[in-house]
């Protein structure tokens, strides 16, 4: 086994095909026939991959043609990164928003005042046509004149003379409370 361990991401020479100590020159021709190789337009690799490949060899490129920036990228394959502190995970602080009452702006009043009348204009309108046409305002359910006979007492009838006699038909009252134009029929 080698005491040296290999980068998982290759270097930007890797990339380029060159040695560390390659001339402008070099570079340049490196590039260029890479370029051709890897460019999408002029591939045959899978789009994805194609554009991966030349996005890595632009950026090495760009790196490597820049003496500055390559006199610092140099400076940093030869240093070792530190590795990287452990850190406790901060504490998760879970927050509930706050409710902020405010008062109504002028033109929410005015839309709820807008609102109002229109309801109001509606329930008026409603019941004036209803009353201009002569219906009526208030009908007895159909069931209701059922639910009145089931619920009402039995006529008193003695024990003795309750196989002579027929039972009497039973009106269930409607409650009086709005008299209905019209009676339901029993």
């Known amino acids: ?24 020159q070099e570079l340049r021709q490196a590039f260029r ?3 051709k190789r890897y460019h999408p337009d002029t591939t045959t690799l899978p789009a994805g991959e194609a554009e991966a490949a030349f996005r890595r060899l ?5 790196v490597l043609s820049d003496p500055d920036a390559r006199r610092i990228y140099d400076a940093g394959l030869l240093r070792p990164e530190p590795p990287a502190p452990l850190r406790r995970p901060q504490p998760v602080v879970v927050s509930r928003p706050v409710q ?11 839309a709820l005042l807008l609102l109002a009348l229109a309801l109001v204009l509606s329930l008026v309108l409603g019941i004036g046509v209803a009353w201009a046409r002569g219906v009526e305002m208030m009908a007895w359910p159909s069931w209701w004149a059922d639910l009145a006979q089931a619920s009402a007492p039995a006529p008193p009838t003695s024990a003795a003379g309750a196989e002579r006699q027929a ?3 039973v009106t269930p009252e409607l409650p009086t409370l709005l008299e209905p134009a019209v009676q339901p029929a029993l």
């Not at 632009?58 to 760009?62: D, M």
């Open 1 to 24: 086994m080698s005491s040296t361990a290999k980068p998982s991401t290759p270097t930007y020479y890797q990339v380029l095909e060159l040695s560390p100590g390659a001339t402008d």
């Open 33 to 35: 026939g890479l370029s």
């Open 58 to 62: 632009s950026q090495a490129y760009a």
């Open 100 to 110: 902020v009452r405010r008062a109504l702006s002028g033109g929410e009043w005015f």
């Open 167 to 169: 039972p009497a038909a």
